[in-house]
């Protein structure tokens, strides 16, 4: 019989572990917002955006896009090809922890890079399906108020102000510390992920995130496998 296990502080306790993540999600928001009403979009293009998208770095393409009237399909392709490492994300995401089909839902839409970083980590495999469903609203409310708040803004911040665009390569630099911080004895995986990175340029430089994840994928289940047999051996 399944049982129902509800944490106490769940939302406090999500909104501690956003904290960290949301001082980075809230300048790119930021930068977002003036992009947006800078492109010749009304502001509240960037509140819907980050609302009903929330897709991060395709967002940023879907402004242009939107304001070159690109056709359907072509945004349709974009958002394939930017998104699809989210297929990977997927495998190991805590997504059976969540109850309910609308939070589950919402959980499959709001799985973003930021959240699957904070969710699969050591210290989170112990967390309620509360927890992380709180944990992505947070996120998800950083991202839309400072995307709100930037292009309400916009008109009022210079265009040529610089640092903003470095937000996102400072926060994945520091989800990626601290994955390889709370993984110690397991450094062979940063180095998969940096091989197949390199592999990925070197062989299919127009396609390099698809291959280097479909690469990295397939050494991480080798590998699993592999440990698997040995385990068997000794036993």
Do not use: C, K
Not at 86 to 101: D, I, K
Not at 187 to 201: D, F, H, I, Y
Request: glycine share 10%; net charge positive.
């Amino acid at each position: 019989m399944r049982t129902s296990t509800v944490e106490p502080g769940a939302r406090a306790a999500a909104l501690r572990d956003s904290g960290s993540v949301g001082l980075g999600l809230v300048p790119l928001g930021l930068a977002f917002g003036m992009l947006v009403t800078q492109s010749g979009v009304d502001w509240w293009y960037a509140s819907l955006f980050t609302l009903a998208v929330y897709a991060g770095s395709f967002e940023f393409l879907l402004v242009g896009l939107v304001g070159a009237l690109a056709p359907l399909g072509t945004v349709a392709l974009t958002a394939f090809l930017v998104n699809i490492r989210h297929v990977f994300y997927a495998l190991s995401f805590p997504l059976h922890r969540v109850e309910g089909r609308l939070a589950r839902a919402y959980s499959t839409f709001a799985l973003t890079d930021e959240a699957y970083a904070l969710t699969t980590g050591e210290p989170a495999r112990t967390w309620s399906g509360r927890r992380v469903l709180w944990l992505q609203a947070f996120l998800h409310l950083y991202w839309v108020g400072g995307a709100t708040a930037g292009a309400l803004l916009g008109s009022l911040i210079p265009a040529g102000v610089t640092g903003l665009e470095f937000a996102l390569t400072a926060l994945f630099t520091v989800l990626a510390l601290d994955a390889v911080r709370d993984r110690r004895g397991d450094l062979p995986t940063p180095l998969l992920a940096l091989l197949s990175a390199l592999v990925g340029r070197l062989v299919a430089p127009d396609q390099m995130l698809l291959v280097a994840f479909a690469l990295f994928t397939t050494a991480l289940v080798a590998r699993r496998v592999v440990t698997r047999r040995g385990r068997s051996a000794d036993a």
